[in-house]
């Protein structure tokens, strides 16, 4: 009678340890066999690291330093020369998706860097864009912000902590920009 016995308890013990262990199994096999292909970010998520410091001059005569909006998250725009329609479009959605967040937008920062010695911008452009930082700053300067892409086609996003961390489109969607802000500053409990 003794025999059945064991066997059972073998039967159990090995249930009870293939029980335990199924979980460490899946998720190995979720790991490394099941990456998800969907993203919920609609920039381009870049490896952090830290925005070259960026020294110039605002447009009222002002000394301009990035570092100075450190504990902001920042949208930084680029522009190469004067504003075209391109760079109308990018200020537009970047001034769109900042108000879209409501009481939460005073945490976002706009920066538009301009070469020094660019034409003067019109007060009528200025007048559209409140709270608007511009600023003139050697244009090497803000080539280390991308390597791959040339930096005055994209908005890109700092974080509070002054680290590169998004890269938009030259064209941003604005509801879609305006989502990732959104899902940062939640997520976020600094700046």
Same mark, same amino acid.
Request: aromatic share 8%; charged share 25%.
């Given at each position: 009678?003794?025999? #059945?016995?064991?066997?059972?308890?073998?039967?159990?013990?090995?249930?009870?340890?293939?029980?335990?262990?199924?979980?460490?199994?899946?998720?190995?096999?979720?790991?490394?066999?099941?990456?998800?292909?969907?993203?919920?970010?609609?920039?381009?998520?870049?490896?952090?690291?830290?925005?070259?410091?960026?020294?110039?001059?605002?447009?009222?005569?002002?000394?301009?330093?990035?570092?100075?909006?450190?504990?902001?998250?920042?949208?930084?725009?680029?522009?190469?020369?004067?504003?075209?329609?391109?760079?109308?479009?990018?200020?537009?959605? &970047?001034?769109?998706?900042?108000?879209?967040?409501?009481?939460?937008?005073?945490?976002?920062?706009?920066?538009?860097?301009?070469?020094?010695?660019?034409?003067?911008?019109?007060?009528?452009?200025?007048?559209?864009?409140?709270?608007?930082?511009?600023?003139?700053?050697? #244009?090497?300067?803000?080539?280390?912000?991308?390597?791959?892409?040339?930096? &005055?086609?994209?908005?890109?996003?700092?974080?509070?902590?002054?680290?590169?961390?998004?890269?938009?489109?030259?064209?941003?969607?604005?509801?879609?920009?305006?989502?990732?802000?959104?899902?940062?500053?939640?997520?976020?409990?600094?700046?």
């Amino acid at each position: 009678m003794a025999v #059945p016995d064991k066997a059972k308890a073998r039967r159990t013990l090995a249930l009870v340890a293939l029980v335990c262990a199924a979980p460490v199994v899946t998720s190995y096999a979720a790991y490394y066999w099941f990456t998800p292909t969907a993203k919920t970010n609609y920039g381009e998520l870049l490896d952090p690291r830290p925005a070259p410091e960026m020294v110039g001059e605002q447009l009222d005569g002002g000394p301009f330093r990035l570092s100075m909006y450190r504990g902001k998250w920042v949208l930084l725009i680029a522009e190469s020369g004067g504003c075209d329609d391109a760079c109308r479009n990018k200020l537009y959605a &970047t001034r769109q998706a900042r108000t879209m967040q409501g009481r939460e937008r005073e945490r976002i920062v706009r920066v538009w860097l301009q070469p020094t010695g660019a034409p003067l911008l019109q007060d009528e452009l200025l007048a559209q864009h409140p709270g608007l930082i511009a600023a003139r700053v050697a #244009p090497a300067q803000w080539a280390a912000l991308s390597e791959s892409v040339s930096a &005055t086609r994209s908005v890109f996003l700092l974080d509070p902590l002054g680290n590169v961390v998004l890269r938009y489109p030259a064209d941003p969607d604005i509801r879609r920009l305006s989502k990732d802000l959104e899902r940062l500053l939640r997520a976020s409990r600094i700046g």
